[in-house]
């Protein structure tokens, strides 16, 4: 199945985030403009279905992804990771000129 990991780099950015706005969690974007974005919320804030799928933390913030996607990606491990530029709109990286971006490799079965 899949799992979640990131990188120092990410990390670093999400610890910046959570000092100012507190408790986050993620969902991974499944849109045509930031399919690769994860999203990060503060905590509450987004409202999750009953078939988004938690697939790990990191850095303790929960990380979800739509059930649809999930069953695409079951077998990929994604590693959030940070890159130069603007988040999504909604994103909590937005305006920091850093942004999350999710990397992935295929689990070994």
């Given at each position: 199945?899949?799992?979640?990991?990131?990188?120092?780099a990410?990390?670093d950015?999400l610890?910046?985030?959570?000092?100012?706005?507190?408790p986050?969690?993620?969902?991974q974007?499944?849109?045509?403009c930031d399919g690769?974005?994860?999203?990060?919320?503060?905590?509450g804030e987004?409202?999750l279905?009953?078939?988004?799928?938690k697939i790990?933390?990191i850095?303790?913030a929960?990380f979800?992804i739509?059930?649809?996607?999930h069953?695409?990606w079951?077998?990929?491990?994604l590693i959030?990771d940070?890159?130069?530029?603007r988040?999504?709109?909604?994103?909590l990286d937005?305006?920091?000129e850093?942004?999350?971006l999710t990397?992935?490799?295929?689990c070994?079965?």
């Amino acid at each position: 199945m899949s799992t979640v990991t990131a990188t120092p780099a990410a990390l670093d950015l999400l610890a910046e985030i959570v000092a100012d706005h507190g408790p986050v969690m993620f969902h991974q974007s499944g849109g045509c403009c930031d399919g690769s974005s994860p999203m990060c919320y503060a905590e509450g804030e987004f409202r999750l279905s009953e078939r988004d799928v938690k697939i790990g933390e990191i850095g303790g913030a929960p990380f979800y992804i739509s059930a649809s996607q999930h069953e695409a990606w079951k077998h990929t491990d994604l590693i959030i990771d940070v890159v130069v530029g603007r988040g999504g709109m909604f994103s909590l990286d937005n305006g920091r000129e850093r942004r999350f971006l999710t990397r992935s490799e295929i689990c070994s079965l």
